[in-house]
């Protein structure tokens, strides 16, 4: 009798073990209006991998993740405009409403980033002026992209569902040790979204005293890192940069608990009765991060 209940147990134990929980920020949009689609519910959400089913646990719109708002900075004479914006942006970030947890860095040839992931206002804009007091040692030339990137995901300590990097600048990368080929395995591995905003980087220069404009190559892969991790990229900004962080939906994932890695997924959206959306189109990240990847406990 005992060897049977100890049976059971196994079974039942195997059983519950099969399937975990693992976590995605999607952002739908309405492809003829391109607004985004509010007041969808989980049932709203139909994924796979391959053939398989991935039941859709929950989708909450109104999520409060983390954000590590990271500024390429210039230090020369003529790169005052991103100076000016630099300090825009600062303010933006010290003043942003209470409860939002942001972190504050800034790179060029070296990378500043604060030590904590601040949602009170009063600590937070103390911690961004201490980022801009260090960043007097940068000199704003030779600027490393992709390495800066690296350190900006490792400052998030164990990855939480939704972290996200918002990466502003002119996204030049002339110094980096790391390629976009090392951050995709980052990122994809901790689930975390990059959102790119690119201010192009405009240096007068002067040649048999004709002044010509001379623009520099944005890292080509700042792109495909915004794309494969479910996060957008664009041309300077409105104004309102932070909104988007926490825009779209947090979605519950149920996956296999033998995956080891992470796979490739496909999201659909299904309208009110049912059918798909074909008029709709998903932000999403190419893979889905394995259960272990994330602190699921920390869910915003």
Known sequence: MRALCIFIF????????????????????????????????????????GSASL?????????????????????????EGMQKEARRIADVVRDAPFGRPIAFGVFAEMTFISREFLADPKKRAAAVNEVLAQAAQLRGKDSAVYDSLH?????????Q???????????????????????????LASGTRLMVVIEPDVTPMVANTVEKIHIRPVAPGLKFLSGIS?????????????????????????????WDKPKE??????????????????????????????SASKVP
């Open 10 to 49: 196994f079974i039942a134990s195997s059983l519950f073990a099969q399937n975990c929980s693992t976590y995605a920020v999607v952002d739908p949009f309405d492809s003829k209006t391109t607004l985004g689609i509010d007041g969808l519910k989980a049932s709203n959400f139909e994924a796979k991998a």
């Open 55 to 79: 039941p859709i646990v929950s989708a909450t719109q109104n999520f409060n993740s983390r954000v590590l708002v990271l500024l390429q900075i210039g230090a020369s004479p003529e790169q």
């Open 151 to 159: 350190e900006a995901l490792a400052a998030f300590g164990p990855h």
């Open 161 to 187: 569902p939704g972290d996200a990097i918002l990466l502003m600048g002119t996204g030049v990368d002339y110094s980096s040790k790391r390629n976009p080929s090392d951050l995709q395995k980052e990122f």
């Open 230 to 258: 479910g996060g957008a990229y664009r041309y300077r900004d409105s104004g309102f940069f932070l909104d988007f962080i926490w825009s779209g939906y947090l979605l519950e994932v149920q996956i296999p608990a033998t």
């Open 265 to 294: 997924w496909q999201l659909r959206l299904k309208d009110s009765s049912g059918k798909m959306n074909k008029n709709s189109f998903v932000f999403a990240p190419l893979k889905l991060a394995p259960c272990g990847s994330l």
